[in-house]
């Protein structure tokens, strides 16, 4: 069974970091792209940042190019997105999701999905 758990969520202030992780089982993480993705309320999922199954390449949202960043660690079968700079319209639900063909920024591309957790950044 293939599950992908969230955490690291959160209520901060506007300015602050936050790191969020995305740990997997249930396959063989290595093989994976690993993508975030965010939904904020009446909005659609958006793509927020995708990193090869290496860690070699990685890909960001115009929006947080340069304030998020996405390292994963293949020993520990674990992704993670670390914030910076947070800002009020990054409040949203953040969805980590695994990929066995590439790394895209595009939702449909994605096999497996996380449940979620909530990032609020209040102004």
């Known amino acids: 069974q293939v599950q992908l758990v969230e955490s690291g969520g959160g209520l901060v202030q506007a300015g602050d970091s936050l790191r969020l992780s995305c740990a997997a089982s249930g396959i063989i993480f290595s093989n994976y792209g690993m993508g975030w993705f965010r939904q904020a309320p009446g909005k659609d999922r958006e793509f927020v940042a995708a990193?090869?199954?290496?860690?070699?390449?990685?890909s960001y949202a115009d929006s947080v190019n340069g304030r998020f960043t996405i390292p994963r660690d293949n020993d520990k079968n674990t992704v993670y997105l670390q914030m910076n700079n947070l800002k009020p319209e990054d409040t949203a639900v953040y969805y980590c999701a695994a990929d066995r063909d590439t790394y895209s920024r595009n939702s449909r591309d994605y096999d497996y999905w996380g449940q979620g957790t909530q990032v609020t950044v209040s102004s």
């Open positions: 990193i090869k199954w290496s860690g070699s390449i990685t």
